[in-house]
């Protein structure tokens, strides 16, 4: 009789999200792509891969974990957004460190030790605590030949990676990742000197024991060749990222926050992007003023939907919110269903980023039919350069200039709308997926047996 052999395992490594929800209740950046492309694996795991099981990496044990999805509820969207929700439900949330002594002298401790000590200072050790008080399982890993672990995260966090990756294949199973950018090597400037030696770690420690690694855009992949390419030994690959849900535009008819129900009421225009000095939030706040000070009450609103820090320039303008009207909005913590009705009440939006991977939310808008005034830096290029109206990243002058235009003309806004809602396909998230798992297949059926 011929050997039994194992069911094959797709492995996906959702170890970020914990981070990430400990501190919001709602996907941005890379943790969307995330959820979006396990949920779709999950619904659609293929014929080659009997099951797919979702992974953690223990900090204190130093191993990997699983559940079913099952254990998540079977939809990480869902799951992931009301954590932080669960976690103060249950008494269990993170707490951080206000004293600085205290702060310094738990942070010089090993990182195993100090997350064993205080298991509410790391996404994942505090998930795990509260996961033993609702009893919510989750048992050692064990890879097999024929199996594959995918990392659709930032395979350059927390330094484990690389740990699992080694396990992962000395089973007999393939690893593959996916790259979202290559911006902590070709723009350091942008960043910490920290992050981007730790993301030199990643790629040097990491990609070596890829079988595949997959991008969002052409301009990632040639970035990760010429910045990376002695480490990337596997297949390299693209696939277009998803810009509406796999059941199509969300039907919410009304907003859920009063401050955005409000907004629903002005013409303003939409940038939907966390703060760091690339996205260029600069260029909007100039461009505002200068509307400001020509049309007055005319000027539209400037909706900023995205959390964190501005930069010293940026924030000595938002200090400033005489010099345009008052008409510059920030909003944090935005759940999906307020973004849809951000994006459908729009009058435009912009995108004035000077790097991108890719843009998501560039195709987002496209996709609801939305002008979209951006750059072409990056991957932007990629998304659909006919229907972009391009802006200079460095020239307010000009940016004001084409707003004022389409308040003096809004047939012609109208007419671009039209155009975008003709020729724009959108992508689902289901699509992305089966384009991922037909490279994460080709991998597992190339493997050389070990």
């Known amino acids: 009789m011929p050997p039994t052999t194992k069911p094959r395992v797709l492995w996906i490594d959702?170890?970020?999200?914990?981070?990430?929800?400990?501190?919001?209740?709602?996907?941005?950046?890379?943790?969307?792509?995330?959820?979006?492309?396990?949920?779709?694996?999950?619904?659609?795991?293929?014929?080659r891969f009997a099951e797919v099981r979702l992974l953690l990496w223990d900090?204190?044990?130093?191993?990997?974990?699983?559940?079913?999805?099952?254990?998540?509820?079977?939809?990480?969207s869902a799951f992931f957004p009301a954590?932080?929700?669960?976690?103060?439900?249950?008494?269990?949330?993170?707490q951080p460190l206000r004293s600085g002594l205290k702060k310094g002298l738990i942070s010089s401790l090993p990182r195993p030790l100090r997350f064993a000590m205080f298991p509410r200072l790391n996404g994942v050790t505090l998930f795990l605590a509260w996961a033993r008080h609702t009893g919510l399982q989750l048992k050692p890993a064990q890879f097999?030949?024929?199996?594959?672990?995918?990392?659709?995260?930032?395979?350059?966090?927390?330094?484990?990676?690389?740990?699992?990756?080694?396990?992962?294949?000395?089973?007999?199973?393939?690893?593959?990742?996916?790259?979202?950018?290559?911006?902590?090597?070709?723009?350091p400037q942008w960043t910490a000197p920290h992050h981007s030696e730790q993301f030199r770690r990643g790629v040097e420690g990491f990609l070596p024991l890829c079988?595949?690694?997959?991008?969002?855009s052409e301009n990632t992949l040639q970035e990760l060749r010429a910045h990376a390419g002695e480490a990337v030994r596997g297949e390299t690959s693209v696939c277009r990222l998803a810009d509406v849900p796999d059941g199509g535009i969300a039907a919410a008819t009304a907003a859920e926050r009063e401050?955005?129900?409000?907004?629903?009421?002005?013409?303003?225009?939409l940038f939907v992007s966390t703060f760091?000095?690339?996205?260029?939030?600069?260029?909007?706040?100039?461009?505002?003023?200068?509307l400001w000070s020509r049309l007055g009450e005319r000027t539209p609103w400037l909706v900023l939907a995205g959390g964190g820090a501005p930069d010293a320039a940026t924030a000595e303008l938002l200090a400033q919110p005489q010099s345009f009207g008052h008409r510059v909005v920030r909003l944090t913590d935005v759940s999906d269903g307020d973004l849809e009705m951000l994006y459908r009440h729009a009058w435009l939006t912009v995108y004035p980023s000077l790097g991108e991977g890719y843009g998501l939310p560039v195709a987002e808008a496209l996709?609801?039919?939305?002008?979209?005034?951006?750059?072409t830096c990056g991957g932007l290029a990629e998304i659909a350069p006919d229907l972009v109206d391009v802006i200079d990243a460095h020239d307010p002058e000009a940016l004001a200039g084409k707003l004022a235009t389409y308040l003096d003309r809004p047939e012609s806004l109208k007419q671009k709308e039209e155009a975008i809602r003709e020729k724009y396909r959108p992508t689902r998230w289901l699509d992305s997926a089966r384009c991922v798992r037909g490279i994460l297949e080709r991998a597992v059926a190339t493997a050389v047996p070990r």
Not at 83 to 94: H, M
Request: hydrophobic share 45%.
């Open 14 to 47: 959702i170890n970020e999200l914990f981070g990430q929800f400990n501190l919001v209740s709602h996907p941005i950046g890379i943790s969307r792509v995330m959820l979006g492309l396990a949920d779709a694996l999950i619904r659609e795991r293929g014929d």
């Open 59 to 76: 900090p204190v044990r130093r191993r990997p974990l699983w559940a079913k999805p099952e254990a998540f509820g079977g939809t990480l």
């Open 83 to 94: 954590l932080k929700r669960r976690y103060e439900n249950s008494g269990w949330q993170a």
């Open 144 to 187: 097999n030949p024929g199996d594959c672990l995918f990392a659709p995260g930032s395979f350059w966090l927390g330094g484990y990676a690389p740990q699992m990756a080694a396990m992962a294949r000395s089973a007999g199973a393939v690893v593959a990742t996916f790259a979202h950018d290559v911006m902590l090597l070709s723009h």
């Open 211 to 216: 079988s595949a690694v997959i991008c969002n």
């Open 259 to 269: 401050d955005i129900r409000d907004l629903m009421k002005r013409t303003y225009a």
């Open 276 to 290: 760091t000095p690339r996205k260029n939030h600069r260029l909007l706040l100039l461009a505002w003023q200068l």
């Open 367 to 375: 996709a609801r039919g939305k002008v979209c005034l951006a750059t």
